[in-house]
């Protein structure tokens, strides 16, 4: 073979690869890293100048198919921004076991920054911390403002021992029109579930009523991967399709010849009694809401829970309009049915009736403010159409 033929074809041929299986939740990803795809050389005193060598070495190992890829499996799984930067970051971490943070925070800038997104490094000494601009509303987060946008610390969600870092910054590659980085949580992927199965007691104008099914453990594994959410996100966060068509299936089937009044006491009946009530503090140490899901596995809850259940449930079975009120230190929900009676709050021109998912347990009585809240001003946090 003539010697320049040699050369262009090994010119045209694609670089060396090594295949890597990544685990993911309840799934794996199975990619392949150009071979020369490596983590930056470890600095004990990192400067702007060999982070910007780092990314341009990154860049010169072809990385497009691997990027392709992992963009692929995004829209595949239907991962929203923060799973995909889980899965980048899982990436990295499995293919570099060794690496530093400091490290895999470049590869995982390198990847957002050529995904698109509003990437940005800050560093000091031996530590790099990666920054992202969104308009998410997070807390118990580091976060920087330039410009009036606000940047999240995401290396200090994924190695907390950074939270408390002093840095410099920012060092970034311009793009002319970065993408925005969302947490907001609108649907579940599509990983495989983790079926359990759970029982419900409790009772209804005195009768016992038992609910048993199967639901998916899969969202509590995610949400404990999440930052801290304002408290409305969680209440629009959707159960997932595998217990949707278990045991919210089985319950709209108990209660759908119903009288409305009578499936909205029921319901009422259930978030009251079926779980132990406990402040977040006592059953995990810190705040935390939670999804309508993981009310579901955990067997005690607080009002904010509660209301994200009902009215997960409640939107498949109650055709009226709902709201979620909040009051200082209380969350409860409203629903336009006049068929309920007794207390009502008034927002944008419409009778709201109280339906308390929380209390008072063991009481089916609907229709009632409670005691502590009939003077306070209360907000409208959620609002949830109904049925046409």
Request: glycine share 4%.
């Amino acid at each position: 073979m003539p010697q320049f033929l040699f050369f262009c074809l090994l010119w045209l041929s694609p670089p060396p690869e090594r295949p890597l299986r990544v685990p993911f939740f309840s799934d794996h990803f199975v990619i392949s890293l150009p071979d020369h795809y490596k983590p930056p050389i470890s600095q004990k005193s990192w400067t702007a100048p060999n982070l910007y060598a780092a990314f341009h070495l990154l860049d010169n190992t072809q990385p497009e198919a691997f990027i392709q890829h992992l963009q692929q499996f995004k829209t595949e799984r239907q991962l929203n921004d923060w799973l995909f930067f889980l899965l980048v970051h899982a990436t990295h971490a499995h293919a570099f076991p060794k690496a530093t943070p400091a490290q895999i925070a470049v590869l995982n800038w390198f990847v957002l920054t050529r995904c698109g997104y509003d990437a940005r490094l800050a560093y000091f000494e031996s530590k790099v911390s990666l920054y992202l601009g969104t308009q998410s509303l997070l807390f118990e987060v580091p976060y920087l403002e330039e410009q009036q946008k606000r940047y999240v610390n995401v290396s200090a969600i994924v190695h907390p021992d950074t939270k408390d870092s002093q840095f410099y910054w920012p060092v970034y590659i311009d793009q002319p029109q970065p993408k925005n980085f969302s947490f907001e949580l609108e649907q579940w992927p599509l990983l495989p579930p983790k079926p359990i199965t759970q029982n419900f007691r409790f009772s209804f104008e005195g009768n016992p009523i038992e609910w048993s099914g199967q639901i998916d453990a899969l969202p509590a594994d995610i949400m404990a991967r999440f930052p801290l959410l304002e408290e409305a996100a969680y209440l629009h966060i959707p159960t997932s399709a595998f217990t949707q068509n278990t045991l919210i299936a089985q319950i709209e089937q108990e209660l759908k010849d119903k009288p409305l009044r009578e499936k909205i006491s029921i319901l009422a009946s259930f978030t009251r009694s079926a779980f132990v009530y406990a402040e977040d503090i006592d059953q995990f140490g810190s705040n935390k809401p939670m999804t309508a899901e993981e009310t579901l596995l955990y067997p005690a809850s607080d009002c904010e829970d509660r209301v994200a259940l009902f009215l997960q449930i409640a939107k498949n079975l109650i055709p009226a309009p709902m709201i979620a009120i909040a009051w200082p230190d209380h969350l409860s929900i409203g629903i336009a049915a006049p068929e309920i009676g007794g207390d009502f709050v008034r927002w944008k021109g419409k009778k709201y009736f109280i339906c308390d998912p929380t209390g008072p347990e063991n009481n089916s009585q609907i229709g009632i403010i409670p005691e502590d809240y009939r003077e306070q001003a209360f907000e409208v946090i959620q609002f949830q159409p109904g049925k046409p």
